[in-house]
């Protein structure tokens, strides 16, 4: 008998978008920002991306999007969904100058604190780098876009990035400033929904047992 899921969404919350964040990169793991560098899934990321299917169990979905890029569509397959289908507005953060490096060393270089939250990031003729703002505006986008999918009850199903989740959802909740305070572990997954017509985290940072 299968062990039920610990992902637990109530019909009173529907329908969901439920959010998968890629599984661990070697990037990931050491804390780089990894924006558009398509950095594949490590052996760790790869079970985390199966666990992550353990997660959403045999739930159906009428639409099932995923990344572009590779970390996110090797999760989606590993999760068994490998029909997810790829939409460009769903990528990372583009981080301009600041890809490939950790907090601590930009903090280091700058000399002073720095968060992407709030200081954001490099902009350059070869680093054009994106704004938060613009990053709202794709996930804007991918909400209204999926819209008529909701409107016929049926849950959305997405695969993405750390940033790129917690920004959506802060769209979601019409709340920008909550993006950085909703931490996201790789491979965890998340659900969104209603409550009394209100727009609600319903989960949040899910994984499965290990």
């Given at each position: 008998m299968?062990?039920?899921?610990?992902?637990?969404?109530?019909?009173?919350?529907?329908?969901h978008?439920?959010?998968?964040?890629h599984?661990?990169?070697?990037?990931?793991?050491t804390?780089?920002?990894?924006?558009l560098?398509d950095?594949?899934?490590?052996e760790?990321?790869r079970?985390?991306?199966?666990?992550a299917g353990?997660?959403?169990?045999d739930r159906?979905?009428?639409?099932v999007?995923?990344?572009?890029?590779s970390?996110?569509?090797e999760t989606?397959?590993?999760?068994g969904?490998p029909?997810?289908v790829?939409?460009?507005?769903?990528v990372?953060w583009?981080?301009?100058?600041y890809?490939?490096?950790?907090?601590?060393?930009?903090?280091?270089?700058?000399?002073?604190?720095w968060?992407v939250?709030?200081?954001?990031?490099?902009?350059?003729?070869?680093?054009?780098?994106?704004?938060?703002?613009?990053v709202?505006?794709?996930a804007a986008?991918?909400?209204?876009?999926?819209a008529p999918?909701?409107?016929?009850?049926?849950?959305?199903?997405?695969?993405a990035?750390?940033h790129?989740?917690?920004?959506?959802?802060?769209?979601?909740?019409?709340?920008?400033v909550?993006a950085?305070?909703?931490?996201l572990?790789?491979?965890?997954v998340?659900?969104?929904?209603?409550?009394?017509?209100?727009?609600v985290v319903?989960e949040?940072n899910?994984?499965?047992p290990?």
């Amino acid at each position: 008998m299968a062990e039920p899921s610990p992902l637990v969404l109530g019909e009173s919350t529907r329908p969901h978008i439920v959010l998968v964040r890629h599984g661990e990169t070697e990037w990931s793991r050491t804390g780089r920002h990894t924006g558009l560098t398509d950095i594949p899934l490590t052996e760790n990321g790869r079970h985390q991306a199966r666990m992550a299917g353990v997660v959403l169990g045999d739930r159906e979905f009428g639409a099932v999007l995923t990344s572009p890029l590779s970390r996110a569509r090797e999760t989606a397959a590993l999760a068994g969904h490998p029909e997810a289908v790829p939409d460009p507005d769903l990528v990372e953060w583009d981080y301009g100058g600041y890809e490939g490096l950790t907090t601590p060393g930009i903090i280091e270089a700058l000399g002073h604190p720095w968060s992407v939250w709030t200081d954001g990031v490099i902009h350059g003729e070869n680093t054009p780098g994106e704004t938060v703002d613009a990053v709202r505006r794709r996930a804007a986008a991918v909400i209204g876009r999926v819209a008529p999918v909701l409107d016929r009850g049926e849950d959305v199903l997405i695969f993405a990035h750390a940033h790129y989740l917690r920004i959506f959802a802060s769209v979601w909740l019409a709340l920008p400033v909550a993006a950085e305070r909703l931490y996201l572990g790789t491979g965890a997954v998340s659900a969104l929904g209603h409550e009394h017509g209100t727009p609600v985290v319903v989960e949040w940072n899910v994984v499965a047992p290990r």
